[in-house]
């Protein structure tokens, strides 16, 4: 059975920078890829980082420039990292992996604010 467990949410100060983490239980080596996914309260679900096997990454329109994923096989676990956050940023953020995103965290809630 593989679990995905987020961590690194909690509130943020604007202009600051947020790292997530996401353990993998069972072998990340399985996956084709891995992403993170956010929700902000009342909008849409948004892909905003993906990365495959082979290293490409893909990155949302709205954080582009800002954030970066990455894999580290070594602890089985894979990380977002996003700077220069605004309020805009308030979300719950998930991870996502697998075959094509077959798999999902529980989600942690990121909250920018002052």
């Known amino acids: 059975q593989v679990q995905l467990v987020e961590s690194g949410g909690g509130l943020v100060q604007p202009g600051g920078s947020l790292r997530l983490s996401c353990a993998v239980s069972g072998s990340i080596f399985s996956f084709n890829a891995m992403g993170w996914y956010r929700q902000a309260s009342g909008k849409q679900r948004e892909l905003v980082a993906g990365?495959?096997?082979?290293?490409?990454?893909n990155y949302g329109d709205s954080v582009k420039g800002r954030i970066t994923i990455a894999r580290d096989t070594s602890k089985n676990q894979f990380t977002l990292q996003l700077s220069s956050v605004t309020p805009e940023d308030t979300a719950v953020y998930y991870c996502?992996?697998?075959?094509?995103?077959?798999?999902w965290g529980q989600g942690t809630q990121v909250t920018v604010s002052s």
């Open positions: 990365i495959t096997t082979s290293g490409t990454t």
């Open positions: 996502v992996g697998g075959e094509a995103y077959d798999y």
